[in-house]
Nanobody, 131 residues
């Protein structure tokens, strides 16, 4: 069964770092774009960033640009979200989703495209940033 599993969340102080993983089972990310989303309590799900297979291009929301980095691992079934300089407002459950690679492109449309994905969403991993 093809599915995605997010991991690496936890409790971290403001200014600290965490690295989240998105691991696919039963398939690899070759030929896909992978997007990270997050949902804070009482808020709508928000796109964090995406990475496109092939050229490895990445795009980020303004709220995380310069602090978060998406990358792929040596294994073709893992994508990472490195989060640095964490802020209280980064507290959320983080999810990943895989879909068309061309969704991941300049601008903000990638977030809507991946949000409507019919691909399976994992259970997410919780990140809590404390003061």
């Amino acid at each position: 069964e093809a599915r995605l599993v997010e991991s690496g969340g936890g409790l971290v102080q403001a200014g600290g770092s965490l690295r989240l993983s998105c691991t696919a089972s039963a398939f690899t990310f070759e030929g896909y774009g992978i997007a990270w989303f997050r949902q804070a309590p009482g808020k709508e799900r928000e796109g964090v960033g995406c990475i496109r297979s092939g050229d490895g291009a990445t795009y980020y929301s303004d709220s995380v640009k310069g602090r978060f980095t998406i990358s792929t691992g040596n294994a073709k079934n893992t994508v990472y979200l490195q989060m640095n300089s964490l802020k209280l407002e980064d507290t959320a459950v983080y999810y990943c989703v895989a879909d068309r690679p061309y969704y991941c492109s300049e601008g903000s449309a990638w977030s809507d495209s991946y949000a409507r994905s019919n691909g399976g969403w994992g259970e997410g991993t919780r990140v809590t940033v404390s003061s």
